[in-house]
């Protein structure tokens, strides 16, 4: 299904810095990114963020939340063009905030062989990546995603491994299958989780 959007700018940005409640006293900030490969950036970054969908969510826990890769972060601009092509001002139910596109991936589930939660890419029926447009404001932080090697573990993928060395899970995720199964390593404050 193709869908028409009267836009004729679409303003992009590549990162942006979120400042996690404090739970030291040292405040730091963490830089957020969504960068494709370009002629001007040699490698794609698109960081693993925990995004909160519901008024449930908590700040110690992944109750409420969901796990995504950002693809992109956008603001719609104020003007678009009409039926006619004239520039005119954007509906007013557009929102006016930064909003971000995220793929998600499954609801994490604790794993009986680590203790860790566990997550794969969703997919809908047609192996396309399932994803949302959220507020940019709904990413809480970012979040670490490491492979399970023993779910996927064949010697085609090792040695496609030691042939082409990947950056990050992105990297990784075009070597492997999508039902890559991958273990978040993040803190039992977030998880919820005692190993």
Not at 3 to 25: A, C, D, G, N
Request: contains cysteine; hydrophobic residues 35%.
């Amino acid at each position: 299904m193709t869908i028409r959007y009267p836009l004729s700018t679409l303003e992009v940005w590549h990162q942006f810095k979120i400042q996690p409640h404090p739970m030291t006293e040292e405040v730091t900030a963490e830089t957020v990114k969504a960068i494709p490969l370009e002629k001007n950036f040699k490698i794609d970054r698109f960081d693993t963020v925990v995004v909160m969908v519901s008024e449930e969510a908590e700040s110690a826990s992944l109750t409420g939340c969901r796990i995504g890769t950002l693809r992109v972060i956008f603001r719609l601009p104020e003007q678009a063009l009409d039926d006619y092509q004239i520039l005119t001002q954007a509906p007013q139910y557009w929102p006016r905030t930064h909003l971000a596109y995220v793929e998600w991936f499954s609801q994490p589930t604790v794993s009986s062989t680590h203790g860790l939660p566990t997550t794969s890419r969703s997919t809908d029926s047609n192996g396309r990546p399932m994803g949302a447009v959220i507020p940019l404001s709904d990413i809480r932080q970012t979040c670490m995603l490491t492979p399970d090697f023993a779910a996927k573990s064949t010697a085609k993928n090792l040695d496609l491994w030691d042939k082409k060395p990947a950056h990050g899970i992105e990297g990784m995720s075009k070597i492997f299958s999508k039902s890559l199964s991958v273990s978040l390593f993040i803190s039992n404050r977030l998880c919820g989780v005692n190993p």
